[in-house]
């Protein structure tokens, strides 16, 4: 257990609709980052947080949003949902220094 | 931009002896960080093992060591004593030192333990 927790596990939903994903990093943990990864397919950085400041910004499409609320849980906003958007979301939390970032168990998200 | 390259997209090896994944990057940075990731078919993305680039020694896990050349820019991942629950892809990352310290990962490689 990496001590990261992600809600839901599994989502299904249907093209056009808003979903939100939910992240709790590890307690202590400033830093949050989000990636996507479609079936056997690498790790696609989309964005990062840092107590509750965004950090940096990879390929987030504009209909993705997120944010990082002040107790450091964030969410992930998915929107127009379309077919190509099936795939696992990673959340990750690391803490101060570079012992590496811990991943969540990830959502998986298929739109149907 | 700082790039990481996986050019194994699979590799196979026999229960018990040793295999290595490459890795190489690109970067212009001199101080960063390198990390090993598991990902087995539960899809969990695990921690394998972290090298700085300042250090020359390289890290050791267990069964896990790396080969760490600096001025090649590449990081290899060496498995010792290979088990079957060693089976999974595994992923190559890079993360600066400054900055905005995103995690740059490569495409993966595909491990298969044979037994």
């Known amino acids: 257990d990496s001590g990261v927790t992600q809600t839901p596990k599994h989502l299904i939903t249907a093209t056009g609709q808003r979903v939100t994903l939910r992240c709790s990093p590890r307690s202590g943990d400033l830093s949050v980052y989000w990636y996507q990864q479609s079936l056997d397919q690498g790790l696609q950085f989309l964005i990062q947080?840092?107590?509750?400041?965004?950090?940096a910004k990879g390929n987030i499409l504009e209909r993705f949003s997120a944010q990082q609320f002040p107790d450091l849980h964030s969410e992930l906003n998915l929107s127009s949902l379309e077919l190509g958007d099936s795939a696992l979301y990673f959340c990750?939390?690391?803490?101060?220094?570079?012992?590496?970032?811990?991943f969540g168990q990830g959502t998986r998200l298929t739109v149907v | 931009a700082q790039t990481v390259t996986q050019s194994q997209p699979e590799m196979s090896v026999q229960e018990a002896e040793t295999v290595t994944l490459s890795c190489t990057y690109d970067t212009s940075e001199s101080d960063y960080y390198l990390f090993w990731y598991k990902q087995p078919p539960s899809r969990q993305m695990i921690l394998v093992i972290r090298?700085?680039?300042?250090?020359?020694q390289n890290a050791t896990e267990n069964r896990f060591s790396v080969n760490f050349q600096k001025a090649a820019k590449s990081f290899s991942l060496k498995i010792s004593d290979s088990q079957l629950g060693d089976a999974a892809m595994y992923f190559c990352a890079y993360r600066s030192a400054k900055g905005t310290y995103k995690y740059i990962f490569g495409t993966g490689t595909r491990l298969k333990v044979l037994a």
């Open positions: 990750a939390s690391s803490p101060q220094g570079a012992v590496g970032a811990f």
């Open positions: 947080y840092y107590n509750g400041e965004e950090r």
């Open positions: 090298q700085e680039a300042y250090k020359q």
